[in-house]
């Protein structure tokens, strides 16, 4: 039963590690799902391999978080298993198999139901976040809170393609802002970056453009090709983000 109690206890502990990782990471302006998503395959071992990661190892710190959490997740899974076979041999070895059996089962239910939990998610994050603010010299600024990175809104990348719509298209020509788009930054295929483009910059083929917008609408975005079709779509999305815009404004009473 020690055992079994042990392992539950390690289970709990990685839990609370994965979670303290992932509101670092968020805190490096990452968003809430990507950073959560990184931190347990960091710790896991397992899936470390997307293109997000790239994201991940290029900050230097988001590096140390990762590589912090990498040696804790490797500790915490040889205990696990170590855990394990010890309570293995004590249930085989005694009367009580059915008895451990349940508390195996009714400890991983609860840990899974409290990790689920958005009361406790929000309790963690603040005090984890307190935490990161009172010890650490982390910018414990929440990015995806100040960006609103919720409901339909988020930041997003757009590989733009030859035969594109946005193609060798200056940006204030293009309106992107009057479909509900704010264009942050471009990735240039030579690995240059431009921050907060002008207007007169033209956007090209092999730009990876950073995007603040609904998702839906960036998704349409990156299927439009060239042509008085799309044109038409850009249009109706112009018309689209006027009768949004004046919903959200009616809601928030301005």
Do not use: K
């Not at 997000?52 to 997740?73: D, F, K, N, T, Y």
């Not at 035969?163 to 690995?191: K, M, Q």
């Amino acid at each position: 039963m020690t055992a079994i109690l042990s392992l539950l206890l390690v289970l709990g502990a990685s839990l609370i590690v994965t979670r303290v990782a992932a509101v670092a990471l968020v805190h490096t302006g990452m968003s809430r799902d990507s950073a959560r998503f990184q931190a347990r395959s960091a710790f896991t071992g397992a899936g470390f391999t997307t293109s997000e990661a790239e994201h991940v190892v290029g900050h230097p710190v988001r590096r140390r978080i990762v590589s912090g959490l990498m040696i804790v997740g490797n500790l915490g899974f040889v205990t696990v298993l170590a855990s394990l076979m010890i309570s293995l041999i004590d249930l085989r070895s005694s009367e009580s198999a059915l008895r451990g059996g349940v508390v195996l089962v009714v400890g991983v239910v609860s840990l899974f139901l409290l990790s689920a939990s958005s009361s406790v998610d929000r309790v963690l994050c603040s005090v984890v976040s307190w935490a990161l603010r009172r010890f650490t010299s982390l910018d414990t600024r929440d990015y995806a809170g100040l960006l609103h990175l919720r409901e339909d809104y988020g930041v997003t990348e757009l590989l733009v393609r030859d035969g594109d719509w946005l193609v060798d298209t200056p940006i204030e020509e293009a309106g992107l802002d009057l479909e509900g788009v704010r264009l942050l930054g471009i990735e240039c295929p030579g690995g240059h970056f431009l921050g907060a483009p002008g207007d007169d910059v033209q956007i090209r083929a092999g730009d990876r453009l950073v995007l603040y917008g609904r998702g839906a609408r960036i998704a349409e975005l990156d299927e439009r090709a060239a042509g008085e079709e799309s044109e038409e779509h850009h249009r109706e999305a112009i018309r689209d983000q006027a009768r949004i815009g004046r919903e959200e404004r009616d809601a928030a009473g301005r």
